[in-house]
């Protein structure tokens, strides 16, 4: 549906989008959508992200969820709905419009999800009953789960750890009596891949490429009940190129780089690893080890290169990613025309230019440029050529720096790489 506004008339459409609601809610937390603060939607935006890769701003979600009144109904957008759906753990908005068909006479519309009616007396009557059995219907989950299977059940890997590749082993961890079915436990290995496994066995295995630090959910019948960790360090730095569009593989680039003056491959290196350098290519140089310097108090520096104009490659980005204990940093530099597809990420705040002002991260270093980031008490400053482009706050600390990756759109290239800790002045 290409309209984002819907006529009132189709109130099939808004049921389904109040269900889909409903349930995002419920693998959000126990807390009633009436009760939510704009915590609540900050909170839910960066779920969504996580999970999805899609940015919905919280206002947009408000929209959505009813929260921001207007005279006519919110629709979203298809990608939008897609992204609800995926997040309670369906394909896509098609495959959960199956599954919770709706006929007209089904269409009583929700409280929540309604803009604010006239108020008359029989109004006032039918939303008290309505807003009783709703308290009633959360009482119910909230005591079900309380006292159920869930709250017993931890996520555990039992190999966290390691280098890349590398094969990871899940369980469930089990205090009591699980009265439920383990097929109806589910993890997302959050490695961007789309595969998800249930524990129909007592284990699941996943295979890790790339070296990162990732948070694995474990999810209950589409609820997030735990994460776990799986930190997987590099042999120095790796060099690792990937196809866009294709998360079955990656290309390792067999090149060993210590302390080199320039960070580079050639277009030869790429082809020889069997990258088909006509079509989108990315390559990404990563270096993932524990450290003591603060992920929240530190300067990283570097002259970086980004790809001239190529076969599929017209946006020349670099990509720069901190791994902390807890969270990631990340930012996407990318030329003026293309910040639609730039995004950032620091701790619990982020961005995308698909749905931001992201005019700052556009920036062309095909001929090269410094680039600076600063990172003090988790206040944010990023400088290309000595200018001040950007600069935010985070509240929630991501910890001690545990790796870091640049990742190019073709051929790039960094060097007079620096980061250090500004307290203990320990260098990476």
């Known amino acids: 549906m290409n309209n984002e506004f819907v006529h009132a008339e189709n109130s099939v459409f808004f049921k389904q989008l109040d269900i889909c609601c409903k349930k995002v809610a419920l693998q959000v937390g126990e807390k009633s959508i009436s009760e939510w603060k704009n915590s609540d939607y900050i909170k839910l935006s960066a779920l969504l992200h996580r999970q999805t890769k899609v940015h919905l701003s919280e206002n947009t979600l ?4 009813g929260k921001l009144k207007k005279p006519t109904r919110y629709y979203p957008q298809k990608a939008t709905r897609d992204a609800l759906a995926q997040f309670i753990g369906f394909r896509d908005w098609y495959e959960f419009e199956l599954l919770h068909p709706v006929t007209e006479k089904e269409t ?3 409280t929540f999800l309604t803009a604010a009616p006239v108020k008359t007396k029989s109004n006032n009557t039918f939303y008290f009953i309505l807003t009783f059995f709703t308290i009633l219907t ?29 094969s990871a082993i899940f369980k469930l961890g089990i205090k009591g009596k699980l009265s439920d079915k383990l097929s109806n436990f589910i993890i997302d290995f959050a490695d961007g891949s789309l595969k998800r496994s249930n524990f129909s066995d007592s284990i699941a295995n996943h295979y890790y490429e790339t070296p990162g630090r990732y948070f694995p959910l474990l999810y209950h019948k589409n609820a997030v009940i735990d994460t776990a960790y799986v930190y997987l360090q590099s042999k120095g730095w790796d060099i690792i190129s990937t196809m866009q569009n294709d998360s079955t593989r990656v290309y390792p680039i067999l090149k060993k780089i210590s302390a080199a003056y320039d960070y580079h491959v050639t277009s030869r290196e790429v082809l020889d690893a069997g990258v088909d350098t006509s079509k989108t290519f990315f390559v990404s140089f990563a270096n993932v080890r524990p450290t003591e310097i603060s992920a929240d108090n530190f300067e990283f520096s570097a002259y970086i290169t980004t790809s001239a104009e190529r076969p599929g490659v017209r946006c020349s980005q670099v990509d720069l990613v901190v791994y902390g204990e807890h969270d990631k940093h990340f930012l996407s530099i990318i030329k003026p025309e293309c910040t639609v597809w730039s995004s950032y990420k620091f701790s619990e705040v982020q961005k995308m230019g698909a749905k931001d002002d992201l005019r700052e991260f556009g920036h062309d270093l095909t001929n090269g440029g410094q680039v600076k980031l600063r990172v ?16 935010t706050k985070y509240h929630s600390p991501i910890g001690k720096l545990m790796g870091f990756k640049v990742i190019f759109a073709g051929i790039g290239s960094f060097k007079n790489f620096k980061l250090s800790d500004l307290k203990t002045g320990q260098k990476f």
Request: net charge positive.
């Open 62 to 65: 408000k929209r959505i969820f």
């Open 108 to 110: 009583t519309p929700d």
């Open 138 to 166: 959360v009482t119910g989950i909230y005591y079900v789960l309380s006292n159920g299977e869930v709250r017993n059940v931890k996520l555990l890997c039992l190999n966290p750890e390691g280098k890349s590749p590398h």
């Open 376 to 391: 003090e008490n988790q206040k944010v400053v990023l400088l290309i050529d000595d200018k001040e482009i950007f600069k």
